[in-house]
């Protein structure tokens, strides 16, 4: 998946980088509402984890502006206000979760989860297609009575497949799914975690199907 990370400390937005990244997380990151606003003009994200107080205005603001114009990625704040009745207006304003600052990382990882979660329309963590099913929170497959271990890149990679089975996805899709602005990839990155997913797939009734030319879908037989 690919993160908007708006946030100004920059020792702070550095650790949530490392930190969603081992993830398999690509994560972009701005240091203020204009660059954020850059960001989102050029790229699609499907999460945006957002802070309040910012160089250049207030992450309320653009939370409501946001939601103002029909944008429906999800949005995870990350404040320092602690009150009842703070959360409550940030919940209400549009906010799909909130993290308290300082916050553990196992936290936020956690909200991320459960928010992509709610995105995707259920509560429910396995998923399943054809004979397969997936378990994000494990980093696993299961095939029958055989379980399969799946590295990072490997699990968002089935993440997005997932998300729309028989849809196309471009490399160039994917790749901006998979990874940040800042990450130096090629075409053939994809194609190799591409390779990875599919060794992962033999003996089930799901695979990745390549339509030559113009990306790849997951399918069955």
Same mark, same amino acid.
């Given at each position: ?9 920059a020792d702070l937005a550095r650790s949530v980088q490392t930190r969603l990244s081992l993830d398999g997380h690509g994560v972009d990151w701005a240091a203020s509402l204009s660059q954020a ?19 250049d205005g207030d992450g309320r603001d653009f939370l409501s502006a946001h939601r103002r114009a029909r944008r429906d990625t999800p949005v995870i704040v990350m404040t320092a206000r602690s009150?009842?009745?703070?959360? *409550? ?9 909130? *993290? ?91 194609? *190799? ?29």
């Amino acid at each position: 998946m690919r993160f908007l990370l708006i946030e100004d400390n920059a020792d702070l937005a550095r650790s949530v980088q490392t930190r969603l990244s081992l993830d398999g997380h690509g994560v972009d990151w701005a240091a203020s509402l204009s660059q954020a606003e850059d960001h989102l003009a050029t790229a699609g994200y499907d999460l945006i984890l957002l802070d309040i107080m910012l160089p250049d205005g207030d992450g309320r603001d653009f939370l409501s502006a946001h939601r103002r114009a029909r944008r429906d990625t999800p949005v995870i704040v990350m404040t320092a206000r602690s009150a009842v009745t703070d959360r *409550v207006a940030l919940l209400d304003t549009g906010a799909d979760d909130y *993290v308290t600052k300082p916050f553990d990382f196992s936290e936020l990882e956690a909200r991320v989860r459960a928010v992509l979660r709610r995105r995707a329309g259920s509560a429910q963590t396995l998923q399943s297609f054809a004979d397969l099913t997936f378990d994000p929170l494990g980093a696993k497959i299961s095939v029958g009575s055989q379980s399969r271990e799946l590295r990072s890149r490997e699990l968002r990679l089935l993440e997005v497949l997932l998300s729309a089975p028989e849809r196309i996805f471009s490399k160039g899709q994917l790749c901006d799914r998979l990874f940040s602005a800042t990450e130096a990839v090629t075409d053939n990155a994809i194609e *190799v975690y591409v390779g990875r997913l599919r060794r992962k797939l033999e003996g089930s009734r799901a695979r990745i199907e390549t339509v030559r030319g113009v990306g790849y879908r997951l399918t069955q037989t």
